[in-house]
T-cell receptor
Framework: TQLLEQSPQFLSIQEGENLTVYCNSSSVFSSLQWYRQEPGEGPVLLVTVVTGGEVKKLKRLTFQFGDARKDSSLHITAAQPGDTGLYLC????????????FGKGNQVVVIP | KAGVTQTPRYLIKTRGQQVTLSCSPI?????VSWYQQTPGQGLQFLFEYFSETQRNKGNFPGRFSGRQFSNSRSEMNVSTLELGDSALYLC?????????????FGPGTRLTVL
């Protein structure tokens, strides 16, 4: 069973459109991170959210952490081809030893 | 600062062989974690090393092992390779494994088992 469920698994949109992807869990996390991974590369950290209800903006990307710290969303405004990639959310599981649990990712393709 | 480096980038092995992958973390980072990434399972945590000690371990068989050296460089070894071990193996380093646990990934080693 995946600790973090990401939806949709795959999303294809036209350049200039907006999109939102989701990361959900039944577990509470002390913090949650979003990474973007491009083909042939490792994931690159985009943002860390810590406080329930927190909203962080990174240029055209808006990240929100749910009030209960169980879920998160990523909204991209006016998507560009450079936004294409696999978006991974990861939650810090506090179970005696801190460790990261990853979702399977949201594959986003932005068509020029 | 140089990023996380992994060698080799690509590897082809046959069933039953063993393999050793190497990871050099960002200078000053003492925590190194290893992950296996496959299309079906996504990123699965293998283990974490901090100051040469294994601190966390995921749910992988004993064929998967690792170690960390005094300079924080890490290696992982997979013995008696199986077809299902074909995957992208990612190494990530972080300053510490505190609650923020922000990790910096290397480009990965693509292992193909024939």
């Amino acid at each position: 069973t995946q600790l973090l469920e990401q939806s949709p698994q795959f999303l294809s949109i036209q350049e200039g459109e907006n999109l939102t992807v989701y990361c959900n869990s039944s577990s509470v996390f002390s913090s949650l991170q979003w990474y973007r991974q491009e083909p042939g590369e490792g994931p690159v950290l985009l943002v860390t959210v810590v406080t329930g209800g927190e909203v962080k903006k990174l240029k055209r990307l808006t990240f929100q952490f749910g009030d209960a710290r169980k879920d998160s969303s990523l909204h991209i405004t006016a998507a560009q081809p450079g936004d294409t990639g696999l978006y991974l959310c990861a939650g810090v599981v506090v179970d005696g030893n801190n460790r990261l649990a990853f979702g399977k990712g949201n594959q986003v393709v932005v068509i020029p | 600062k140089a990023g996380v480096t992994q060698t080799p980038r690509y590897l082809i092995k046959t069933r039953g062989q063993q393999v050793t992958l190497s990871c050099s973390p960002i200078s000053g980072h003492r925590s190194v974690s290893w992950y296996q990434q496959t299309p079906g399972q996504g990123l699965q945590f293998l283990f974490e090393y901090f100051s040469e000690t294994q601190r966390n371990k995921g749910n992988f068989p004993g064929r998967f092992s690792g170690r960390q050296f005094s300079n924080s460089r890490s290696e992982m070894n997979v013995s008696t390779l199986e077809l299902g071990d074909s995957a992208l193996y990612l190494c990530a380093s972080s300053l510490t494994s505190g609650s923020l646990y922000e990790q910096f990934f290397g480009p990965g080693t693509r292992l193909t088992v024939l």
